[in-house]
């Protein structure tokens, strides 16, 4: 029999999750859905598009101090406590299970990964969820009033099992999984897509010349990307120089002064090959170390680019041109 919940009962579980927990959920913040710190947990939304911001904000925070050294002793950051990140949407935790992958190689990531662990991942989904993607325990709606648990590790078995929740035969199913986008559908060939864009590079530059125009060099649809990890660190130092913290922060490939190096030296000199680099790592690189694109399709970077910039548009623009000008391929 499967374990359900109804909806108004929602509301009361994150209350009982606060009170040993952190816990961050999708909610309205001036015209946008923003992950927040729950306060009012009738104001989480069940039901929405996609977030401004991703939730890797809880595991690789736009800032952090790393460690400082007082008087010559270390000491490195400490995460305070155990928190929970309620009401993921199916891509946002595929984008975590790969972006686990990522802070997983060698050399690891341990201050993404010591703060992974201390996480619980809870998804919602408005639809039936097949092939789960990842995280602790995922809410299926099956009905207007229940939603069916999906529970994938012990520590969402221990929430799933919580008085909350009931076992009970409900005779409805999840909505089926509606249509996906063409930015969905061009995924689906990471090879090709790889392929295409290292043809591009000396045969087609001119949609990079193009789009080194049009773009602004903002790093916004890299901040918004649940899969964009890059960060630069920088030392500071104390007014009385006895205190010197290591910290980071996010970085963008984008950005006009990102591969600029001691001397003045600028590797990617002009916003198209600083634009094609960004296409160039999620494609390319990536389909070459992990053998996927480094994209979910969650459609932010379209969605928040200033300049109006649709990865979906310039991926298919590649590679109808790359088909046109190599038609004997075969792919
Ligand atoms: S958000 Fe748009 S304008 Fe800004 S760096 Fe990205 S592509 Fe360029
Ligand atoms: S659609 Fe854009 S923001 Fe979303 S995962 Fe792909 S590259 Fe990142």
Not at 153 to 158: E, I
Not at 270 to 277: E, G, H, L, S
Not at 291 to 320: F, M, S, T, W
Request: net charge positive; with cysteine; hydrophobic share 35%.
């Amino acid at each position: 029999m499967p374990r359900v919940i109804s909806k108004n009962h929602i509301p009361n579980l994150l209350i009982h999750l606060k009170k040993s927990h952190d816990v961050f959920a999708p909610m309205e913040k001036e015209g946008e859905v923003v992950f927040g710190n729950v306060e009012d947990p009738t104001k989480v939304l069940l039901n929405y598009k996609t977030t401004l911001l991703p939730p890797k904000i809880y595991f690789l925070p736009p800032e952090e101090e790393l460690f400082k050294v007082t008087n010559g002793r270390v000491q490195e950051e400490q995460l305070n406590n155990k928190f929970v990140v309620f009401g993921l949407s199916r891509k946002d935790l595929e984008a975590i299970v790969y972006l686990d992958q990522i802070m997983n190689k060698k050399p690891a990531d341990t201050f993404y990964l010591n703060r992974r662990r201390a996480v619980t991942l809870i998804g919602v989904s408005e639809e039936e969820v097949g092939v789960p993607p990842g995280g602790d325990l995922i809410l299926e709606k099956i009905s207007d009033r229940y939603y069916r648990t999906l529970a994938l590790t012990k520590k969402g078995k221990k929430i799933a099992d919580l008085e909350f929740f009931e076992e009970k035969e409900i005779n409805h199913k999840a909505k089926s999984h509606e249509a996906t986008s063409k930015l969905d559908q061009i995924l689906l060939d990471s090879e090709l897509i790889a392929r295409a864009i290292e043809w591009s590079r000396e045969n087609y530059r001119q949609i990079w010349e193009h789009l080194g125009r049009v773009c602004l060099g903002c790093g916004i649809c890299t901040y918004v990307c649940p899969l964009c990890y890059c960060t630069s660190t920088e030392d500071k130092t104390s007014f009385d120089q006895t205190v010197c913290s290591r910290c980071r922060k996010w970085d963008a490939c984008t950005l006009p002064g990102f591969a600029k190096i001691a001397g003045g030296h600028n590797f990617r000199p002009t916003q198209a090959a600083r634009y094609f680099n960004w296409f160039y790592h999620k494609f390319v690189r990536a389909y070459k170390e992990f053998g996927r694109a480094q994209c979910v399709a969650c459609h932010r970077c379209q969605r928040y680019c200033p300049a109006g910039i649709d990865i979906e548009k310039v991926l298919e623009e590649i590679i109808n041109a790359f088909q046109k000008a190599e038609p004997e391929r075969k792919f």
